[in-house]
T-cell receptor
Framework: NAGVTQTPKFQVLKTGQSMTLQCAQD?????MSWYRQDPGMGLRLIHY???????DQGEVPNGYNVSRSTTEDFPLRLLSAAPSQTSVYFC???????????FGPGTRLLVL | RKEVEQDPGPFNVPEGATVAFNCTYS??????FFWYRQDCRKEPKLLMS???SGNEDGRFTAQLNRASQYISLLIRDSKLSDSATYLC???????????????FGRGTQLTVWP
């Protein structure tokens, strides 16, 4: 199994540009989530999904959209990038219940 | 108040030292508990789960006190390779939901020096 994969690893955007961060998992996990990690702030939940076709907002959803058309994929879209969205983004997946999460390697995003 | 609180450190200890990290959580209905390790510029990875009776994995010992809503991690005989950030993670049920959600502390930074 590849586990959780994320692309791209690095990205530089200009303010106002849009982009999609890709996330895929091959473990047939129902639960997938997106976090951002900023210095001194820890991991903050952006959006999550409990299954195909079902998504919900986390702690910091503004400026981000998600969709879950398949179990495997959970892309994160930035519609109009802002410098405040400069961060490291982690995708994670887990099975239903209290099981632990598996994280992807992260995407480092810089918005100028 | 944040759902999960940790002392951010940093903790700087010599090789061979014993170091302990503490964590408190706000929701008494929390289901499960974990310690994650995160190396610099890497993703978080599970270090160990924390069980009510306490559990040990080699040099690492985790304790849970549900009455005080407190979790701890003890590292004995510290190694240089233990240098990392340690994240306290709590699974809490959402309101009206049967699905748990993970809440992360901000992490405690550990540096082990030779």
């Amino acid at each position: 199994n590849a586990g959780v994969t994320q692309t791209p690893k690095f990205q530089v955007l200009k303010t106002g540009q849009s982009m999609t961060l890709q996330c895929a998992q091959d473990m047939n996990h129902e639960y997938m989530s997106w976090y951002r990690q900023d210095p001194g702030m820890g991991l903050r939940l952006i959006h999550y999904s409990v299954g195909a076709g079902i998504t919900d907002q986390g702690e910091v959803p503004n400026g981000y959209n998600v969709s879950r058309s398949t179990t495997e994929d959970f892309p994160l879209r930035l519609l109009s990038a802002a410098p405040s969205q400069t961060s490291v983004y982690f995708c994670a997946s887990k099975e239903r219940g209290p099981e632990t999460q598996y994280f992807g390697p992260g995407t480092r995003l810089l918005v100028l | 108040r944040k759902e999960v609180e940790q002392d951010p450190g940093p903790f700087n200890v010599p090789e061979g030292a014993t170091v302990a990290f503490n964590c408190t959580y706000s929701n008494s209905a929390s289901q499960s508990f974990f310690w994650y390790r995160q190396d610099c510029r890497k993703e978080p990875k599970l270090l160990m789960s924390v069980y009510s009776s306490g559990n040990e994995d080699g040099r690492f010992t985790a304790q849970l006190n549900r009455a005080s809503q407190y979790i701890s991690l003890l590292i004995r005989d510290s190694k240089l390779s233990d240098s990392a950030t340690y994240l306290c993670v709590v699974n809490m049920l959402g309101r009206g939901s049967t699905l748990g959600r993970l809440y992360f502390g901000r992490g405690t930074q550990l540096t082990v020096w030779p």
